[in-house]
Each structure stands twice: as structure tokens, then as C-alpha cells.
């Protein structure tokens, strides 16, 4: 699997964040891996929780 198809997701509510897709809603551009976002510039579009409350989906 391609570091870019790597998918996280959030413990609180399931949201997924997805590397290939990003978020460019909130300036994530495609291909960003979830490790280089900063801590306090993501959150869950979903739920608020922080980016230490996802986890790597495994497959």
C-alpha cells in the first residue's frame, strides 16, 4: 500500500481523513500524509476532536 492511500480515522464520531484526498477545504492539499499536519491546525470536520484521537486504519 502507497503511503498515499493511507486513511485515519477518528475514535470519536469515524471520520475518515484519507492522505490521497486530503482536505483542501481547510487547506490540506492532496497527497498531505496525516504525520506533517500540525497538531493545532486539524481537527475533526465532524466532531472538534483533536488529531491525537485518530488512529491509522488497518486493512
Known sequence: MSSLS???RCRSCGYIYDEALGFPEE???PGTPFE?????LFY?????????????MDY
Open 36 to 40: 506533517t499536519i500540525p497538531e493545532d
Open 6 to 8: 493511507r486513511k485515519w
Open 27 to 29: 487547506g490540506i492539499e
Open 44 to 56: 475533526c470536520p465532524d466532531c472538534g476532536t483533536e488529531k491525537q484521537d485518530f488512529e491509522l
